[in-house]
């Protein structure tokens, strides 16, 4: 199956700090998208990412794909209490299915 | 637009039991997952179905999880018997056809085997 491993695992940033997460495929994609999961929620779609070198933004979220379209990032800025919870990239696979990513977990101390 | 409605929110049930978990995705939604989630790790895709065909089941355990979608509308998933380590949340997520939607996701079904 596919492996897409994100980096870090677990990220404590004191409030207002900045964040990043990293996700890396072995194999290029053809699209990523990103996913927010709350504690207890279920993951609820941010964004899809489809061009080599694209980037968008939400506000304070800051979505990069690489040029080999290998690799992905998202970036938050001024965290808040708000943007606690699990992050994960999720790329396609043959049949259109959806493979998750391992996730980072992000605390945010107030 | 309603959404992704699962049941029940949890369960309790021995080692060696049966159990079901039922899953109504978003009208009109071609394709539906159902994803495995140990706590502390990411969704595991358990199958797709477009319509009511089965696209991928390549790591659902045969030997003991079965999943349908008779009419095409709504899925069970069914664990028959249950193992300790089947305990995990169990998220159901539709989606339409097209390969660059996004998919949304039930609340799940919270199981403890015990």
């Known amino acids: 199956g596919q492996q897409v491993m994100q980096i870090p695992q677990y990220q404590h940033v004191q409030e207002g700090e900045d964040f990043t997460t990293y996700c890396n495929s072995s194999?290029?994609?053809?699209?990523i998208q990103w996913y927010k999961q709350r504690p207890g929620g279920h993951p609820v779609f941010l964004i899809q990412?489809?061009?080599?070198?694209e980037v968008k933004k939400q506000k304070r979220l800051t979505f990069q794909f690489g040029e080999a379209k290998k690799n992905s990032s998202l970036h938050i800025t001024a965290t808040q209490t708000t943007d606690v919870g699990t992050y994960f990239c999720?790329?396609?696979?043959?049949?259109?299915?959806?493979?998750f990513g391992t996730g980072t977990r992000l605390t945010v101390i107030p | 637009e309603a959404g992704v409605a699962q049941s029940p929110r949890y369960k309790i049930i021995e080692k060696r039991q049966s159990v079901a978990f039922w899953c109504n995705p978003i009208?009109?939604?071609?394709?539906l997952y159902w994803y495995q989630q140990i706590l502390g790790q990411g969704p595991k895709l358990l199958i797709q179905?477009?319509?009511?065909?089965?696209?991928?089941d390549s790591q659902l355990p045969k030997d003991r999880f079965s999943a349908e979608r008779l009419k095409g509308v709504d899925s069970t998933l069914k664990i028959q018997p249950a193992k300790l380590e089947d305990s995990a949340v169990y998220l159901c997520?539709?989606?339409?056809?097209?390969?660059?939607?996004?998919?949304?996701f039930g609340q799940g079904t919270r199981l403890t085997v015990v």
């Open positions: 999720v790329s396609w696979a043959g049949a259109n299915n959806l493979f």
């Open positions: 990412l489809v061009k080599s070198g």
């Open positions: 997520a539709s989606r339409k056809g097209r390969a660059d939607t996004e998919a949304f």
């Open positions: 179905f477009q319509n009511n065909g089965v696209v991928d």
């Open positions: 194999t290029t994609l053809s699209n």
């Open positions: 009208s009109g939604h071609a394709t």
